[in-house]
């Protein structure tokens, strides 16, 4: 499975953005989705996943209550909707593809496919 994540930009803070992951050469089936983030000098985080069966979504403190995950069936695309950006959300976006078990959703080992990386600039 090959992921193509777009949608990266640069917004102001309190604006918002989204993010597409799509999938060629195989669908999202029996995988979860997640997205990552890696801001500059720091190390790659979890930011939230989804259980493409089933829709069971997984959060990170940091973005509760501003951003969203969801998918598309017909489109195989995961959606990561960013609102209320802060100058900290300021990082490379990557989307992820794997089966991780329920305590691993946050572990990026537990994804097997990534994708390239889309970069989101959040100005103050």
């Known amino acids: 499975v090959q992921l193509q994540a777009s949608g990266g930009g640069l917004v102001q803070a309190g604006g918002s953005l989204r993010l597409s992951c799509a999938a060629s050469g195989g669908t999202f089936s029996g995988y979860s989705v997640g997205w990552f983030r890696q801001a500059p000098g720091k190390e790659r985080e979890f930011v939230l996943s989804?259980?493409?069966?089933?829709?069971?979504?997984a959060y990170s403190d940091s973005v509760k209550g501003r951003f969203t995950i969801s998918r598309d069936y017909a489109k195989n695309t995961v959606y990561l909707q960013m609102n209320m950006l802060k100058p900290e959300d300021t990082a490379v976006y990557y989307c992820a593809a794997g089966r991780p078990i329920s305590s691993t959703y946050h572990n990026e080992r537990a994804y097997n496919y990534w994708g390239q990386g889309t970069l989101v600039t959040v100005s103050s």
């Open positions: 989804i259980r493409w069966s089933g829709g069971n979504t």
